[in-house]
Antibody, heavy 123, light 108 residues
């Protein structure tokens, strides 16, 4: 079954760190650009980072740049998000998402999403 | 600007047609994609590269684009189409992505 499963969320104090994981199954992660996207409950979606297939290219939203680090382990079919210096406004559901590809091309779209993991930053 | 603006809410009678718009400068350069999100669920891609549907998405969903505006049209809306809809695109720099503000669609 083709799916993404996030883990690692929870309650953390401001200023602390947390590492999220995203396990891919049913497909080869190394073939896809991957992203992290978050959503404050009841609010809209916010793209926060993406990583190229090899991991050589990484981009971040200004809101997390310098605090969050995206990485991947293709051998383990896993994606990660290291979150440092967490703030209250980082509280959100965090989704990992796979770039949409057909049999012939890949597109600027997120075609497969995990179910999300909740991160709550509070003292 | 790197923002994508959507109307907060629209309503449509069952079986009728509704169009949702997404405005932003980056749409003059990049295609929009559209996502459907129902309460408590992850978003689902419904349109990509302006007007392409992933497998499994009904053909009542279609997309279009003109200038700085992308549109998602639901022709013959069904009760199960009631959801939040988000557009997204690359931003003006080309290196980041940006989501629209979201539109809540109510099917009457």
């Amino acid at each position: 079954q083709v799916q993404l499963v996030e883990s690692g969320g929870g309650l953390v104090k401001p200023g602390r760190s947390l590492k999220l994981s995203c396990a891919a199954s049913g497909f080869t992660l190394s073939n896809y650009y991957m992203s992290w996207i978050r959503q404050v409950p009841g609010k809209g979606l916010e793209w926060i980072s993406y990583i190229s297939t090899s991991g050589s290219s990484k981009y971040y939203a200004d809101s997390v740049k310098g605090r969050f680090t995206i990485s991947r382990d293709n051998a383990k079919n896993s994606l990660y998000l290291q979150m440092n210096s967490l703030r209250a406004d980082d509280t959100a559901v965090y989704y990992c998402a796979r770039r949409h590809c057909t049999s012939t091309s890949c597109y600027d779209a997120f075609g497969l999403w995990g179910q999300g993991t909740m991160v709550t930053v509070s003292s | 600007s790197s923002e994508l603006t959507q109307d907060p809410a629209v309503s449509v009678a069952l079986g009728q047609t509704v169009r949702i718009t997404c405005q932003g400068d980056s749409l003059r350069t990049y295609y929009a994609s559209w996502y459907q999100q129902k309460p408590g669920q992850a978003p689902v891609l419904v349109i990509y590269a302006k007007n392409n549907r992933p497998s499994g998405i009904p053909d009542r969903f279609s997309g279009s684009s003109s200038g700085n505006t992308a549109s998602l049209t639901i022709t013959g809306a069904q009760a199960e189409d009631e959801a939040d809809y988000y557009c997204d695109s690359r931003d003006s720099s080309g290196n980041h992505y940006v989501f629209g503000t979201g539109t809540k669609v109510t099917v009457l």
